[in-house]
């Protein structure tokens, strides 16, 4: 028999926001808004992503990185989707919160079959800012690299 767990105070509901961010968030990312989805990040939030030497720092860094992405896929005629689950949430000491989750991207091409593009893990630090949840850093291991 499994091990029997029991929420802390809060984590449901924190837990229920952060699924709710990530489906808002991931939705702004496929529709190509890069604005809007980097403003789920801090001022000065950092992305790691496996496929560069350095991380994206900052907003606009973040806008511009998404709106290269865009163009190219829509350039290739695809429409990516982020799917992330297996969401678990840490909230630590310091008041920030882990959150690792699984993503995978899906590929569809125009007129065509989706495929898995990528699974991968998703690390987030969260912090609240006046009063909103926002992403300090990011970072994102891809499975089938070292």
Known sequence: MGQLF?????????RAGIEQFYARHFHLLDEGKAAEWAGDFTEDGAFFPPNAPEPLRG????VAGVERAHAEYRGKGEQRRHWHGMVAVYPREDGTVLV???AQIIVTPRGGQARLHLSCVCEDVFVVEDGALLIRERRVSRDDLD
Do not use: N, S
């Open 6 to 14: 029991t929420a802390p105070a809060g984590l449901v509901e924190l």
């Open 59 to 62: 907003r606009a860094a973040l």
């Open 100 to 102: 690792r989750c699984y």
